[in-house]
């Protein structure tokens, strides 16, 4: 069916005129009612999923700090004793494991996943100073570890990550500055022994 001309419509009663702005006016509305729909529902399900991924989220951070609060309880009992109580390091291992998995697991927190991984590559830091045994890897342990409560119960609460605070940042330094001169020693190292070697 091809378009009316022009001087067929001034022809038409207006009665089938009516008819016909009628059943465009229906098609139109329909039409529009059809997309209305499809939006509407579209935005319900991209807000129950929303609502999921909070709820997810909200569970694993509850997960993750209660975890690192074991890992803090356990440390301060190694402190009491000699700093190397064998069953309280232990389970402060497993739990900094357990809240690891958790956060860096949480759903649409990027930010918060940066700052914990750094928070857990801090806490994991071996040898920087040589031997770090007894009671100043606990120390620096539970540090890290209180460190980490702070800024996933910030985020629990829905308040901004608080920034590093001065102890994190000066031993982020050190062990920086550490494994600089480790990777200079090894690369010293390495020159040395290519120039020992015979040709």
Same mark, same amino acid.
């Given at each position: 069916m091809g378009v009316l001309p022009i001087g067929m419509i001034r022809a038409m009663s207006g009665e089938v005129k009516a008819a016909i702005i009628g059943l465009i006016g229906v098609v139109?509305?329909?039409?529009?009612?059809?997309?209305?729909?499809? %939006?509407?529902?579209? #935005?319900? !399900?991209?807000? *129950?999923?929303?609502?999921?991924?909070?709820?997810?989220g909200t569970t694993i951070g509850e997960t993750a700090l209660n975890e690192l609060i074991v890992a803090r309880?356990?440390?301060?009992?190694? %402190?009491?004793?000699? #700093?190397? !109580?064998?069953? *309280?390091?232990?389970?402060t291992r497993e739990a900094v494991g357990r809240a690891e998995t958790a956060a860096l697991t949480l759903p649409n927190v990027n930010a918060l996943h940066m700052r914990m991984a750094d928070v857990f590559k801090l806490?994991?830091?071996?040898?920087?100073v040589g031997a770090v045994r007894g009671s100043f890897r606990v120390t620096w342990q539970l540090n890290t570890t209180i460190e980490s409560i702070e800024i996933l119960a910030a985020f629990l609460r829905g308040d901004p990550l608080p920034a590093p605070s001065s102890w994190f940042v000066q031993s982020q330094r050190k062990v920086e500055e550490a494994d600089a001169t480790r990777a200079a020693r090894a690369l010293t190292a390495e020159a040395d022994?290519?120039?020992?070697?015979?040709?």
């Open positions: 139109v509305g329909a039409g529009l009612s059809i997309f209305g729909a499809w %939006l509407q529902q579209r #935005g319900q !399900t991209k807000t *129950a999923r929303q609502e999921r991924l909070e709820i997810r309880n356990s440390l301060q009992v190694a %402190l009491e004793g000699d #700093g190397s !109580t064998s069953d *309280a390091l232990a389970a806490y994991s830091a071996r040898g920087w022994r290519k120039g020992a070697a015979p040709s």
